[in-house]
T-cell receptor
Framework: DTAVSQTPKYLVTQMGNDKSIKCEQN?????MYWYKQDSKKFLKIMFSYNNKELIINETVPNRFSPKSPDKAHLNLHINSLELGDSAVYFC???????????FGEGSRLTVL | AQSVTQLGSHVSVSEGALVLLRCNYS??????LFWYVQYPNQGLQLLLK??????LVKGINGFEAEFKKSETSFHLTKPSAHMSDAAEYFC????????????FGTGTRLTIIP
């Protein structure tokens, strides 16, 4: 029973395309996040939602748009993909804004 | 600004040997410190955390870490390495115990030699 699940796990696409990554958690958590992990394994927060309200938007280009239809889901839509967007994107959730983070398995995005 | 430095991007130890992964932070206020582990093709999993109280913190899988304020360190140790410990380890720090301000180190890849 996967706690935080992301789809797709792998995504290969051309520059300029638009793509989405979906995330769902079944832990009953109220806070969800998107992290980006680059090729050097550096992990940086992109967005954070608490009870469907955006609380963190860390200087991410506005080509990235998160959407939280409910507390259990946080999707990431990316417009006009660029080579530099290639990375592994992790969804995570926590109970409250200071609870332990639970991560999904990641979605590896490759932009050609 | 808060930051965390992990010394050694790769560490190799023999099975049964001591594991020591180093983490130093910079801060002017008391930090909250974490170690996360990432197994291949998986997300990160919390190993242990220090917020307040006892400076020696025990985590899962036999790992522990000690907060040393004088050395601004939070090194991760395990007395006897097991093959299943091979993974990437991340130290992280925040100063308001809010995940939105969690800063991760660049990670240390641990390899276990049979």
């Amino acid at each position: 029973d996967t706690a935080v699940s992301q789809t797709p796990k792998y995504l290969v696409t051309q520059m300029g395309n638009d793509k989405s990554i979906k995330c769902e958690q079944n832990l009953g958590h109220d806070t969800m996040y998107w992290y980006k992990q680059d090729s050097k394994k550096f992990l940086k927060i992109m967005f954070s939602y608490n009870n469907k309200e955006l609380i963190i938007n860390e200087t991410v280009p506005n080509r990235f748009s998160p959407k939280s239809p409910d507390k259990a889901h946080l999707n990431l839509h990316i417009n006009s993909l660029e080579l530099g967007d290639s990375a592994v994107y992790f969804c995570a959730s926590s109970l409250g804004r200071a609870g332990e983070l639970f991560f999904g398995e990641g979605s590896r995005l490759t932009v050609l | 600004a808060q930051s965390v430095t992990q010394l050694g991007s790769h560490v190799s130890v023999s099975e049964g040997a001591l594991v020591l992964l180093r983490c130093n932070y910079s801060s002017s206020v008391p930090p909250y410190l974490f170690w996360y582990v990432q197994y291949p093709n998986q997300g990160l999993q919390l190993l242990l955390k220090y917020t307040t109280g006892a400076t020696l913190v025990k985590g899962i899988n036999g790992f522990e870490a000690e907060f040393k304020k004088s050395e601004t360190s939070f090194h991760l140790t395990k007395p006897s390495a097991h093959m299943s410990d091979a993974a990437e380890y991340f130290c992280a720090v925040t100063f308001n115990f809010g995940n939105e301000k969690l800063t991760f180190g660049t990670g240390t890849r641990l390899t276990i030699i049979p």
